[in-house]
């Protein structure tokens, strides 16, 4: 069986695709590789294992229908059109739970670097402007009892939801789609409705799909009516909150500030008004970017990988 694999995965998972006696053929360019790239090494192979944004839409699933099996190197799978992938008959395999402790860690990472403005200082240090000692210099402020809402409470947002709670002492309210009873139980996390959510929440964390249903859900008319003292997190998906509209609510003190791991487009140009702002944190999409995680994710892979090449379910199958 031969796999193409369209950029790096952790050592452990070539190890084990080897031990599957499976034919890999590897991106090795430092620039993501093309469509029309992709379509042309694919064409040889029973399964991809697809690193990066490259999108799987139905243009590259009709030129590659003969693959049998397509493992993500992401928990989301926004990239692709798995309706069509169903149509032809592509098992769609994804790496959920392994990669939600260090996304978590990003999201508690972000907000705290928000909350002590602490991007912003460490560049004024960088440029030569840290002249004297003062005493009452940009001020962050504290997190200790104040309100985390968390939007998409599934393993990640209960993840940061823990950590929040452990060292903060945060009262935990969250919307999702359907009421998360586990994490009702294991945390005490408070269902409210969307609306409630952005209007309690003193830091708000973004931990859902990117779906039609969340894209551009976080815009002005949102963040209008968050509280100005609040902090947004988004460790998601850069689509789920609109670029313009969060400059302008930073900008025009709607919200405070603002912790993101994703961006739109990505890569986020240098010469984005967010990289400037004192309370805004930006990281290039590193939410799982681990030792641990990512060889835990390539183990996940190769398990996809190797169920779609034998024609059974994926453990970790997109549906
Ligand atoms: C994920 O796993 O979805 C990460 O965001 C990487 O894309």
Not at 14 to 42: D, F, M, P, S, V
Not at 274 to 300: C, D, R
Request: charged fraction near 20%; glycine fraction near 8%; aromatic fraction near 6%.
């Amino acid at each position: 069986m031969k796999v193409f694999i369209s950029g790096n995965i952790a050592p452990i998972g070539l190890k084990q695709l080897g031990e599957h006696n499976i034919e890999i053929t590897q991106w090795k360019e430092k620039r993501q590789i093309t469509a029309n790239e992709l379509i042309e090494a694919c064409q040889n192979q029973d399964g991809l294992i697809s690193v990066g944004p490259n999108k799987l839409n139905a243009d590259f699933l009709n030129a590659c229908k003969h693959l049998k099996v397509i493992a993500l190197h992401s928990v989301g799978f926004d990239q692709v059109d798995v309706i069509e992938a169903k149509k032809l008959n592509i098992a769609i395999g994804n790496t959920p739970g392994v990669l939600s402790g260090a996304t978590a860690d990003t999201a508690f990472l972000l907000m705290l670097a928000v909350s002590r403005k602490a991007f912003y200082l460490h560049k004024k240090i960088v440029k030569g402007q840290w002249k004297n000692y003062e005493p009452t210099p940009e001020l962050g402020i504290e997190l200790k009892g104040k309100t985390l809402g968390i939007f998409g409470m599934g393993n990640i947002g209960l993840e940061m939801a823990k950590k929040c709670i452990g060292a903060y002492q945060m009262d935990v309210i969250y919307h999702n789609r359907s009421q998360n009873r586990d994490a009702e139980k294991a945390i005490g996390a408070i269902y409210v409705s969307f609306e409630e959510l952005i209007a309690q929440s003193d830091v708000l964390s973004v931990h859902t799909a990117l779906t039609n249903e969340t894209k551009g859900k976080f815009n002005m008319k949102v963040f209008k009516q968050m509280k100005p003292e609040s902090i947004f997190v988004n460790t998601a998906r850069g689509g789920i909150h609109n670029e313009a509209d969060l400059i302008e609510a930073l900008e025009s003190g709607l919200i405070w500030g603002a912790g993101l791991d994703v961006t739109n487009p990505e890569p986020m140009h240098a010469d984005n008004p967010l990289l400037n702002m004192e309370n805004v944190a930006v990281l290039p999409h590193i939410g799982s970017a681990t030792k641990e995680t990512k060889s835990a994710m390539a183990e996940v892979i190769v398990k996809n990988i190797v169920a779609g090449l034998n024609d059974q379910k994926l453990p970790h199958q997109v549906d």
